[in-house]
T-cell receptor
Framework: AQSVSQHNHHVILSEAASLELGCNYS??????LFWYVQYPGQHLQLLLK??????LVKGIKGFEAEFIKSKFSFNLRKPSVQWSDTAEYFC??????????FGPGTRLSVLP | EAGVVQSPRYKIIEKKQPVAFWCNPI?????LYWYRQNLGQGPELLIR????????DSQLPKDRFSAERLKGVDSTLKIQPAELGDSAVYLC??????????????FGPGTRLTVL
């Protein structure tokens, strides 16, 4: 069964710092990759997704993620975080025809 | 456009009692998912529907959990009887057509269940 790991449980940054959240998955075949975000008191919503093509994917709010197949990774990045980026971030993976598997999440706190 | 609607938002029950959650997906979305999210963890899929057919219920604890989506639109998830370990947030999500599982899932606000 596929699994998803996220390296950090809680990340604390100051505004304008750069962000990188790690995500690794276990499945060796073709995968679809997602990052979801949950702002305080709000629903889970999609930040970005990768299916094929350019491994560098750009999403909403200045976020991007890079798919590195050889490392089974899909790390999320943002060059300069804002206080409003405080949220919980979930990486999710599915291989074609199978269901989604979510990682445990990383809580990001951005200090003003 | 209305999002995924779930009710109730919160439910507190005593163990061994039954409980039901309701979900209305985004209009036109054929695929509906139920997830359970425990504190500090990511969502775990319980069941996925394509229209009214449950295409994957392998993670649904069938001894006490049941779900239905009779007309292929709204859905109900039931637990009977509830146990202490069922305390969690139950999320509903929908997508246009889930066969390729590349479609974006849209999540509802969830129902937070507390079993005493």
């Amino acid at each position: 069964a596929q699994s998803v790991s996220q390296h950090n449980h809680h990340v604390i940054l100051s505004e304008a710092a750069s962000l990188e959240l790690g995500c690794n998955y276990s499945y060796g075949g073709t995968v679809n990759l997602f990052w979801y975000v949950q702002y305080p008191g709000q629903h889970l919503q999609l930040l970005l997704k990768y299916f094929s093509g350019d491994p560098l994917v750009k999403g909403i709010k200045g976020f991007e993620a890079e798919f590195i197949k050889s490392k089974f990774s899909f790390n999320l990045r943002k060059p300069s975080v804002q206080w409003s980026d405080t949220a919980e971030y979930f990486c999710a993976v599915n291989n074609y025809g199978q269901n989604f598997v979510f990682g445990p999440g990383t809580r990001l706190s951005v200090l003003p | 456009e209305a999002g995924v609607v779930q009710s109730p938002r919160y439910k507190i029950i005593e163990k061994k009692q039954p409980v039901a959650f309701w979900c209305n997906p985004i209009s036109g979305h054929n695929t509906l998912y139920w997830y359970r999210q425990n504190l500090g963890q990511g969502p775990e899929l319980l069941i996925r529907y394509e229209n009214e057919e449950a295409v994957d219920d392998s993670q649904l604890p069938k001894d006490r959990f049941s779900a239905e989506r009779l007309k292929g639109v709204d859905s109900t998830l039931k637990i009977q009887p509830a146990e202490l370990g069922d305390s969690a947030v139950y999320l509903c999500a929908s997508s246009l057509a889930g066969q390729s599982l590349t479609d974006t899932q849209y999540f509802g606000p969830g129902t937070r269940l507390t079993v005493l």
